[in-house]
């Protein structure tokens, strides 16, 4: 009788820290994403675009830890929230933002789905350029008038590699530093 | 610590992704140094998107840097020597539109302030510089 109620406990008790734990794990990274994006924002950059992209880390440390929904929720929320702060929240640059890291999580789970054997590098990278992408591309929706502005490609992919780099880096010591 | 972690580059796969992304990316400046070799003779078009929307054309390039007023404040666009433009300084936090630096063939946007500058080729546009 003791072991069932204990077992049945165990169980609850699991459930609802498994819930509770993700979501606050969702939770925390949301908001590490959002301070690493407010952060990074008013940095120097060498080159045009050229930063180090570190939220893009919380969304694929969500992705290999808890799931592509979770991947995704990371994505949503941390640049909304990043929004907020910085006085941006709806506007354009909000708008370009949200595709960007939304576009990223989405082909990140999507190349993970393809080749599970895929390594860091290749997931940050891809994401990264994904992020660019989609970030031009609501940008020639939204403001440009002829196609001259893909001609930045070049550039934002030079931009990706490194920091899809970078990335992988950080998300790799942050599942070696976590249970 | 946890010590099963997914490696950073995991096999022949990665290499392969990467390298179509390198390939893209040699294309992608192909594309860029042949667009940079137009008939840019300093005509552009610059759009405010205010409310009301603005447009100005430029047929050549101006002596001196030109100020508009975006969302966020001030934009100067500026006209260089070697028949290329820039915008020189803007009011926007970020800076992203001054530090793409000098362009002839792909436009400069800054989003923030709403300022566009489209560089045209040679003979798209008859006029200094019209207003509306």
């Known amino acids: ?179 | 610590m946890n010590d099963n972690l997914p490696p950073i580059f995991a096999g022949k796969h990665d290499w392969l992704i990467l390298l179509v992304l390198l390939a893209l990316s040699f294309l992608a400046w192909a594309a860029h140094e042949h667009g940079s070799h137009s008939s840019f003779s300093g005509a552009c078009r610059v759009r405010i998107l205010t409310e009301p929307p603005q447009e100005m054309l430029f047929s050549g390039p101006q002596a001196q840097p030109v100020e508009v007023r975006g969302r966020t404040g001030p934009a100067v666009i500026e006209w260089g020597s070697d028949r290329k433009i820039r915008i020189s300084s803007s009011s926007c936090p970020c800076k992203t539109c001054v530090n793409m630096g000098w362009t002839n063939s792909s436009s400069l946007i800054c989003v923030p302030n709403g300022v566009v500058v489209e560089p045209m080729i040679a003979g798209d546009q008859q006029v200094d510089a019209v207003t509306r």
Do not use: C
């Not at chain 1, 609850?12 to 925390?28: E, K, M, P, Y």
């Open chain 1, 1 to 179: 009788m003791i072991d069932q109620q204990q077992q049945t406990t165990g169980h609850a008790g699991n459930l609802i820290a498994g819930t509770t734990g993700r979501l606050a794990l969702t939770a925390v990274l949301v908001a590490s994403a959002a301070a690493l994006q407010v952060v990074e924002s008013p940095l120097p950059r060498f080159l045009p675009w050229l930063k180090p992209g570190l939220a893009n880390a919380m969304t694929l440390y969500a992705l290999l830890r808890l799931s592509a929904s979770a991947a995704m929720s990371v994505a949503v929320l941390r640049t909304s929230i990043a929004a907020l702060f910085m006085g941006s929240l709806l506007s354009p640059v909000h708008l370009i933002s949200f595709a960007g890291a939304t576009s990223a999580a989405a082909s990140m789970t999507i190349l993970r789905r393809l080749f599970p054997a895929a390594g860091l590098a290749t997931l940050s990278v891809f994401g990264a350029l994904v992020n660019n992408f989609a970030q031009l591309a609501v940008v020639q929706f939204m403001f440009a008038a002829n196609m001259s502005i893909w001609l930045h490609l070049a550039l934002m992919i030079w931009v990706a590699l490194p920091s899809g780099l970078i990335v992988a880096k950080v998300t790799q010591e942050l599942l070696r530093r976590t249970p």
